[in-house]
């Protein structure tokens, strides 16, 4: 069983820069892949950054690509790095794990098996 939280969402300008992270407590040991996957108002989740367990790979969709940095600091602990933010990254920002396949950078939303309860990020023009 894996719980996971997010902190560090809020509200910036566009332009500017916010940094969450995502804590996971796991009761038995193991890697996880880790992920970011957001969702605005009206609109499917969508995959936003992805990491292995060792941070290794790392993968990130076409929108965010050079703006938005994934990092891990240890096993449990992932942030996102967010620059140069526009109106349309407004979303709930989710922290997802794969226990499955740790050594991967896991792009597919129905491919996590953990979710924690997301961080609100707010972009204002």
């Known amino acids: 069983q894996v719980e996971l939280v997010e902190s560090g969402g809020g509200l910036v300008q566009a332009g500017g820069s916010l940094r969450p992270s995502c804590t996971a407590s796991?009761?038995?040991?193991?890697?996880?892949?880790m992920g970011w996957v957001r969702q605005s108002p009206g609109k499917v989740r969508e995959f936003v950054a992805a990491?292995?367990?060792?941070?290794?790979?790392t993968l990130y969709s076409g929108p965010v690509k050079d703006r938005f940095a994934i990092s891990r600091a240890n096993a449990s602990t992932m942030f996102l790095r967010m620059n140069s933010l526009r109106p349309e990254d407004t979303a709930v920002y989710y922290c997802?794990?794969?226990?499955?396949?740790?050594?991967?950078?896991?792009?597919?939303?129905?491919?996590?098996?953990?979710w924690g309860p997301g961080t609100q990020v707010t972009v204002s023009s």
């Open positions: 997802a794990a794969d226990i499955h396949r740790p050594w991967m950078a896991v792009a597919g939303v129905e491919d996590y098996d953990y």
């Open positions: 796991l009761l038995t040991s193991r890697n996880l892949a």
């Open positions: 990491i292995s367990w060792n941070g290794g790979s």
